[in-house]
């Protein structure tokens, strides 16, 4: 079963724009992660954020999680066409490196 | 440092075969996790293995199974295939020994189901 749910399912946008998705769970968690996955390949990791901490910047991302509200947004300034992917928050709660997933915002960044 | 790697990269089996799907997590990563992705139910945990030992298990039927070696390689097996089983199955190594950390994916084996 999934953990989480994440708030767009799909979003289109324009280069240039900022997109913004949501990410909801259900239990207490010690840390939030969002990976991406190109076309149904591998998932990438992009940022990892423990419950103690509010937000987290990396490059061009910027992740926030509100433990009292058990939601995370990512933030992606400035989009390009390869940000095009499917973005998926996970969180902690199942121990010993299991992650449990969100079932994904499926972005297109259109040039 | 080479990356996760898994073979191979797509498979197609009738129901009722037996399947065996490979994993090589990043040099010193002890930690092998594996995932099943289906566009119905998302991505699933199956089970992680460290030092040869299953630590942690999804809720998945006795069919799936794995092991880990002592070079930290890990296989997993699915038997008496069904067509539910049709999914891009993929592994993930970390560093990480006692909670949850960094997961790094390989590119995932896809497995057909006939």
């Known amino acids: 079963s999934q953990q989480g749910e994440e708030d767009p399912q799909a979003l289109s946008i324009q280069e240039g724009e900022n997109a913004t998705m949501n990410c909801s769970y259900k239990?207490?968690?010690?840390?939030l992660q969002w990976y991406r996955q190109n076309s149904g390949r591998g998932l990438v990791h992009l940022i990892l954020i423990r419950s103690n901490e509010r937000e987290k910047h990396s490059g061009r991302l910027r992740v926030t999680l509100d433990t009292s509200k058990k939601s995370s947004s990512l933030l992606i300034t400035a989009s390009r066409a390869a940000d095009t992917a499917s973005y998926f928050c996970a969180t902690d709660a199942g121990g010993y490196n299991k992650l449990i997933f969100g079932a994904g915002t499926r972005l297109a960044v259109h040039p | 440092k080479a990356g996760v790697t898994q073979t191979p990269r797509y498979l197609i089996k009738t129901r009722g075969q037996q399947v065996t799907l490979s994993c090589s997590p990043i040099?010193?990563?002890?930690?092998v996790s594996w995932y099943q992705q289906t566009p119905g139910q998302g991505l699933q945990f199956l089970f992680e293995y460290f030092s040869e030992t299953q630590r942690n298990k999804g809720n998945f039927p006795g069919r799936f199974s794995g092991r880990q070696f002592s070079n930290s390689r890990s296989e997993m097996n699915v038997s008496t295939l069904e067509l539910g089983d049709s999914a891009l199955y993929l592994c993930?190594?970390?560093?990480?020994?006692?909670?949850?950390?960094?997961?790094?994916f390989g590119p995932g084996t896809r497995l057909t189901v006939l």
């Open positions: 993930a190594s970390s560093l990480e020994t006692s909670g949850v950390g960094e997961q790094f």
């Open positions: 040099s010193g990563h002890r930690s």
């Open positions: 239990t207490s968690i010690n840390n």
